[in-house]
C-alpha cells in the first residue's frame, strides 16, 4: 500500500521561480495537511483541506496556494520561491475524525537559492 | 499565544527507562498525540490521550494530566533503534493541531 506520497523528495529551487510540490495519498481520507518544519520549531501548518473542494488557511500561509480538485490529490504551489521558504515539506492526511492520526508523505526538501 | 514545551534533546541508555516530558498551553484542549520520527523521515503516531491517566502500549506508555497541562512519554527497554525525534501536539479549542518542536533523543549502548 502506498498510503501517501509527496514528489519530489528534494528541489533546488531559484529565487522568483515557481514550484508545485505533489501529494497524493490513496486511503480515501477526507482532511488533507500541508507543513512546514524547520530547525527547532514545531510543524507549522501552511494550508489545510477537510474534504474535497474546500481548502482553509494555515498558521504560515503567505507565499503559498492549494488546490483540492478530488480527495486524493493535494498539491502545494509557490508562486514567486523565497529563500525563507528553505524548508522540509510535509503532506499529511486524516480520516478528518479528531482522535485519529494523521499519515505523513516522507517530505520534499526543498532549497530556495 | 499557544505555546507546546518540550526539552530539545535527551541522552538515555540503551536498556534504560526515559520520560520524554510535554507542558502545553493552548486555547482549549481536545486531546493530546506523540509521534515519533527518525531523522530523514516523516513523522510516525505514538499514541493519543484525550483522558487524564496513562495509556499503556507496548513499551512506549503515554499519561496526560489536563488540570496540569501535562503529558509524557515513557520509553521502557530502550533499544538503538528508539533513536529519533519526539513530537508532543496537542488539539486546540478551535480543533487545530499545535505541534512541540519535538525532543531529540540519543541512545547510547
Known amino acids: 500500500t502506498a498510503g501517501i506520497t509527496q514528489a519530489p523528495t528534494s528541489q533546488i529551487l531559484a529565487a522568483g521561480r515557481s514550484m508545485t510540490l505533489r501529494c497524493t495519498q490513496d486511503?480515501?481520507?477526507?482532511?488533507m495537511y500541508w507543513y512546514r518544519q524547520d530547525l527547532g520549531l514545531g510543524l507549522r501548518l501552511i494550508h489545510y483541506?477537510?474534504?474535497?473542494?474546500?481548502?482553509g488557511k494555515g498558521e504560515v500561509p503567505d507565499g503559498y496556494s492549494v488546490s483540492r480538485a478530488n480527495t486524493d490529490d493535494f498539491p502545494l504551489t509557490l508562486a514567486s520561491a523565497v529563500p525563507s521558504q528553505t524548508s522540509v515539506y510535509f503532506c499529511?492526511?486524516?480520516?478528518?475524525?479528531?482522535?485519529?492520526?494523521?499519515?505523513f508523505g516522507q517530505g520534499t526538501r526543498l532549497t530556495v537559492v | 499565544g499557544q505555546n507546546i514545551d518540550q526539552p530539545t534533546e535527551m541522552t538515555a541508555t540503551e536498556g534504560a527507562i526515559v520520560q520524554i516530558n510535554c507542558t502545553y498551553q493552548?486555547?482549549?484542549?481536545?486531546?493530546l498525540f506523540w509521534y515519533q520520527q527518525h531523522a530523514g523521515e516523516a513523522p510516525t503516531f505514538l499514541s493519543y490521550?484525550?483522558l487524564d491517566g496513562l495509556e499503556e502500549k507496548g513499551r512506549f506508555s503515554s499519561f496526560l494530566s489536563r488540570s496540569k497541562g501535562y503529558s509524557y512519554l515513557l520509553l521502557k527497554e530502550l533499544q538503538m533503534k528508539d533513536s529519533a525525534s519526539y513530537l508532543c501536539?496537542?488539539?486546540?479549542?478551535?480543533?487545530?493541531?499545535?505541534w512541540g518542536a519535538g525532543t531529540k533523543l540519543i541512545i547510547k549502548p
Open positions: 499529511a492526511s486524516s480520516d478528518g475524525e479528531m482522535n485519529t492520526e494523521a499519515f
Open positions: 486511503m480515501r481520507h477526507n482532511a
Open positions: 483541506s477537510n474534504t474535497a473542494g474546500t481548502t
Open positions: 493552548t486555547s482549549g484542549f481536545n486531546g
Open positions: 490521550n484525550v
Open positions: 501536539a496537542v488539539i486546540d479549542s478551535n480543533y487545530q493541531l499545535i
